[in-house]
């Protein structure tokens, strides 16, 4: 069995019991750094085996993993934080399963995104997770034309390094309208910004935001 297995985005208490009880029980976890993994693991005093499973490896490392499965070895599959599979190397294996009729479920938990979107007030009845937009100004401003044509609520993610200019760009195409950042979800200093985006860009220039920002407009 497969376990594709949510883990806190912030807060270590955010994991559910199920979560725990499978990580303590599955043969090997995977995952997209073993180091960050180990303070969850410490946490919760797991001594289960873990493996990297990252971008560059996930070819090589895919197919291993596979092989066990096929043995009948359980494996966890888990990321940093939230759930495998979205913007991260999980979606590989995950598809590497289901071609070869590997047993799984999920075990839900925290995604960032969802946390954001709910928190934000914005309509969630449609909206479009967009991961994360272009590096360069001109790709990210048409990505953002084409994101505004759907006419409903627009999720995604983006870094404290890009985002002033990210802002710079809403502003551009959508002009100076109300939207919301979270950043730092569930931990001690989480904050959201409910507020127009000229506003929002004075207040980043005073006091630079660290970390992964989710932008919902």
Known sequence: MLYIIATPIGNLKDITLRAVEVLKSVDLIACEDTRHTKILLDHYGIKTPTTSFF??????????????????????????????????PGYNLINLAIKNNIEMTVIPGAVAFINALVLSGKPAHEFIFAGFLPKRTQARKNRLKELAKAKMTIVFYESCHRILATLEDIFFVFGDKEIVIARE???KFEEVKRQKVSQIIEDFKKDKPRGELVVVI
Not at 63 to 86: H, T
């Open 185 to 187: 979800l569930t931990k």
């Open 55 to 88: 971008p560059h490896n996930r070819f090589i490392k895919g197919e291993y993993l596979l092989k066990l499965l096929q043995e009948g070895k359980n494996i966890a599959l888990v990321s940093d934080a939230g759930m495998p599979g979205i913007l991260d």
